[in-house]
């Protein structure tokens, strides 16, 4: 009785176990068809405007000239900026503007020649660490006519930039990531580093 108990156990053990490893999965089926796309949504609203300028660009105001526009000698000169740190003087990229009362921008050192006047506007940096314009008269009256006469000016400093070259008047023609800002215009300027107006 108990060889056949101990049988008929064998014999329901071997047929569960045959039966649970005998299965198996079917193949997959085809992949049904794709859902068409759902409507495109509305258009997300902008994001506010970011800080202006990039890689530390310090930049002015455009600031009021303090030479009259009857110039009280032949040359001139006033500072724009004070305590310029020496960094900025030994490396950076130093820009000064100028602009006319009707909004004609000039990169300074430039030369505005409107006859009979010859005006020559340039910029340094002195041992006492102030930016300054300098407008020296060339020709003609001291009464500058409009064109001829820069009514405001403003500065923009490009830290990092290598020195290629400078003159008496402290012009610097400079390369920072092998582009020659000096080369650029005031747009192009203005631009490159979201410099508001």
């Given at each position: 009785?108990?060889?056949?108990?101990?049988?008929?156990?064998?014999?329901?053990?071997?047929?569960?176990?045959?039966s649970?490893?005998?299965?198996?999965?079917?193949?997959?089926g085809a992949?049904?068809?794709t859902?068409?796309?759902?409507?495109?949504?509305?258009?997300?609203?902008?994001?506010?405007q970011g800080?202006?300028?990039?890689?530390?660009v310090?930049?002015?105001?455009?600031?009021?000239?303090?030479?009259?526009?009857?110039?009280?000698s032949?040359?001139?000169?006033?500072?724009?900026a004070?305590?310029?740190?020496?960094?900025?003087i030994?490396?950076?990229?130093?820009?000064v503007?100028?602009?006319t009362?009707?909004?004609?921008?000039?990169?300074?050192?430039?030369?505005?020649?409107?006859f009979?006047?010859?005006v020559n506007?340039?910029?340094?940096v002195?041992?006492?660490k102030?930016?300054t314009?300098?407008v020296s008269?060339?020709?003609?009256?001291?009464?500058l006519?409009?064109?001829?006469?820069?009514?405001?000016y403003r500065?923009?400093l490009?830290?990092?930039?290598?020195?290629?070259?400078g003159?008496?008047?402290?012009?610097k023609?400079?390369?920072?990531?092998?582009?020659?800002?000096?080369k650029m215009?005031?747009e192009?300027?203005t631009?490159?580093f979201?410099?508001?107006?």
């Amino acid at each position: 009785m108990n060889v056949k108990s101990n049988l008929v156990t064998l014999i329901v053990m071997v047929i569960v176990s045959v039966s649970i490893f005998s299965c198996s999965d079917g193949e997959d089926g085809a992949i049904g068809p794709t859902g068409a796309d759902g409507a495109i949504g509305p258009t997300g609203a902008d994001g506010e405007q970011g800080e202006p300028g990039t890689a530390n660009v310090i930049y002015s105001d455009w600031i009021a000239s303090e030479i009259p526009q009857t110039m009280p000698s032949s040359s001139e000169n006033f500072p724009i900026a004070e305590n310029i740190e020496d960094d900025i003087i030994d490396s950076a990229v130093i820009l000064v503007y100028g602009r006319t009362a009707s909004g004609a921008v000039w990169a300074l050192p430039t030369i505005l020649d409107f006859f009979p006047n010859q005006v020559n506007y340039s910029f340094a940096v002195g041992s006492n660490k102030e930016l300054t314009v300098v407008v020296s008269l060339v020709s003609g009256s001291l009464d500058l006519p409009n064109n001829a006469y820069l009514t405001d000016y403003r500065y923009v400093l490009i830290p990092g930039g290598q020195l290629m070259g400078g003159g008496a008047s402290g012009s610097k023609s400079a390369k920072n990531k092998n582009v020659d800002y000096s080369k650029m215009s005031y747009e192009e300027i203005t631009t490159q580093f979201n410099i508001p107006e």
